[in-house]
């Protein structure tokens, strides 16, 4: 039985997080060979070789302190970060060992294919409306639009 085309929704959320779903598709096809997917790669980046607060690479990636740390839980058992003393001994910071810097340098090209596949989808121009029309949305609902 067959589904009769529906209207496009008219629920800004449904648009983004569909938008969401396949792109990050496309990316987690292009780093599996990594053994990797996106959100791990991003966490991965963002969390750098000298170490960050927890709090930080959260807020960064636009995620809840709760859900990171379960995100980090296979990161760290496959070995890829590791939790250090911070500035003070209520602190930890989390950061790269040299085998997670060797899966971002075999992720890295993956990621870059997948990246300029969309950006040849889209185009020069349609990439660029796009990230400044998302940015001023991500800038509006963290409340730093002026």
Request: proline share 6%; hydrophobic share 40%; aromatic share 4%.
């Amino acid at each position: 039985m067959a589904f009769p085309p529906t209207a496009p929704s008219v629920c800004t959320c449904f648009r983004m997080r569909k938008l969401s779903r396949l792109m990050s598709q496309r990316y987690d096809q292009a780093l599996a060979p990594a053994g990797l997917n996106l959100n791990q790669y991003s966490i991965l980046r963002r969390t750098g070789g000298q170490g960050r607060p927890l709090g930080e690479i959260a807020r960064e990636l636009g995620m809840d302190r709760s859900t990171l740390s379960r995100d980090l839980k296979p990161l760290v058992e496959a070995g890829w970060i590791e939790s250090v003393p911070g500035d003070d001994a209520r602190q930890r910071r989390l950061r790269l060992t040299a085998s997670g810097r060797r899966t971002i340098e075999r992720a890295q090209p993956l990621w870059r294919m997948a990246q300029d596949e969309i950006d040849r989808g889209l185009g020069a121009d349609g990439v660029a409306a796009l990230h400044a029309q998302l940015d001023r949305a991500i800038a509006q609902l963290q409340g730093d639009a002026p």
